[in-house]
């Protein structure tokens, strides 16, 4: 007896694919196919080994489809911006000058806690539809500009609220323990227990938190500090990143990866036993090279001694008012290659397979495989290096999220 004709919703043809399925490949399929159904990925080949099929035909026009990207990491959610400092910062004030004078996240606090939620959801869309307009298909929404219970559950409600009305894929993490607020001034340990005590169980318990964050640096939270948050986090069975070595190396990725860590974040003052840390935990590197561009900084994150460890790379715009006000994945890309000495195809996997990885996502997102979803985007491109070459180009022909096209591109 035949095998039944497979009840597919969808087929996309005349595509070249980047599977990106498989470590160090692009997996590349020259006429590729990729079958739908239900919102995934029911089949995925060369077109020739396509069975026959009911469905509605997609035809690619010969463009290059890769599995829709994810951008790992973003503070896109506040209000104002900070262009007064970037000024400041050029005519020669330091950091610690700006931040004396108000400056800093603290500016942004104020900004974020003064604005209504509808005012943040309307000053934050420009930023999240300029990423979905390259092919950004699963976005991370950081809270960290509120500081107060009110307002970290404004920002995370905003942040939902993208997922319900556009066509994403969104994953908020708390991030309250980013900066210390004013009314604490002096008090870190009083913040961190209001913290872990009643701001993180109160947003756990509305549904608002997918991941827990900390800032651990010299101008941030204490490892013990940050340790008490992870342990909060665990205690509610969420997993946990960690903004890591950015300014100074506290040992913060050795931290995050003792609490099994999807990510830790930054990295350019890594130390080698925290890059072997992350290697036997699994724990990925997230490389946000607008930061170290905007901030003019000169140490570079360990690349090699990641790269010879195996720990997963991925990489992320860190849109954020202050370090990296950075819309662009692709020019993320690009950064993560000409600054950090990626390779295209590590870029790739950075925004990808590797970048599900860092939100815990890969089961189901990040490469194009039956079983995980329709999420993909199509590149006007003829080679996948393409896509982290062109300074300031966009060559996004279209993308499908949840087997369903949409009109962002």
């Not at 194009?368 to 979803?373: E, S």
Request: aromatic share 6%.
């Amino acid at each position: 007896m035949a095998d039944p004709v497979p009840a597919w919703d969808a087929v996309w043809v005349n595509v070249r694919l980047a599977t990106m399925a498989e470590p160090g490949a692009y997996g590349e399929i020259p006429d590729g196919a990729v079958a739908v159904r239900n919102g995934r990925i029911a089949w995925v080949g060369p077109r020739a080994a396509l069975p026959a099929c009911a469905a509605i035909v997609h035809d690619g026009g010969g463009c290059l489809l890769t599995p829709g990207l994810i951008d790992c990491h973003t503070h896109i959610v506040y209000a104002g911006n900070r262009s007064e400092e970037f000024e400041a910062r050029l005519n020669g004030a330091s950091y610690e000058e700006i931040a004396q004078r108000g400056g800093g996240i603290l500016s942004t606090v104020r900004a974020t806690r003064a604005a209504s939620e509808q005012a943040l959801f309307d000053a934050s869309l420009p930023r999240v539809k300029a990423l979905m307009a390259e092919g950004v298909t699963t976005l991370e929404v950081k809270s960290g500009y509120g500081l107060d219970p009110e307002s970290e559950a404004k920002m995370l409600r905003v942040a939902r609220r993208f997922g319900e009305a556009l066509p994403l894929r969104v994953k908020t993490t708390f991030l309250g323990a980013h900066a210390l607020p004013p009314e604490y001034a002096g008090r870190a340990d009083d913040y961190i227990d209001m913290l872990c005590g009643e701001m993180l169980p109160a947003l756990h318990a509305a549904g608002l938190v997918d991941a827990v964050d900390a800032y651990c640096d010299r101008v941030g939270f204490t490892a013990a500090q940050t340790e008490r948050v992870f342990r909060a986090a665990r205690a509610r069975g969420l997993p946990v990143k960690l903004h890591a070595e950015q300014l100074s190396d506290q040992d913060g990725a050795a931290l995050a990866a003792r609490y099994g860590g999807l990510s830790a974040d930054h990295l350019e003052h890594l130390s080698a036993s925290g890059v072997a840390a992350m290697a036997a935990a699994g724990t990925a590197a997230v490389l946000l090279p607008g930061a170290y561009y905007f901030l003019r900084e000169t140490r570079l994150p360990p690349l090699e001694a990641l790269r010879d460890a195996g720990v997963p790379l991925a990489l992320a715009t860190d849109c954020n008012p202050g370090t990296s006000p950075m819309t662009s994945l692709l020019l993320a890309m690009n950064m993560g290659c000409t600054l950090f000495r990626m390779t295209p195809l590590e870029a790739l996997a950075g925004v990808t397979r590797n970048a599900a990885a860092a939100l815990g996502v890969g089961h189901e997102a990040g490469t194009l495989a039956p079983g995980k979803r329709a999420d993909f985007a199509l590149w006007r491109v003829e080679r996948p290096a393409e896509l982290a070459y062109a300074i300031g180009a966009n060559p996004c022909a279209g993308s499908v999220k949840d087997g369903m096209p949409r009109s962002d591109c």
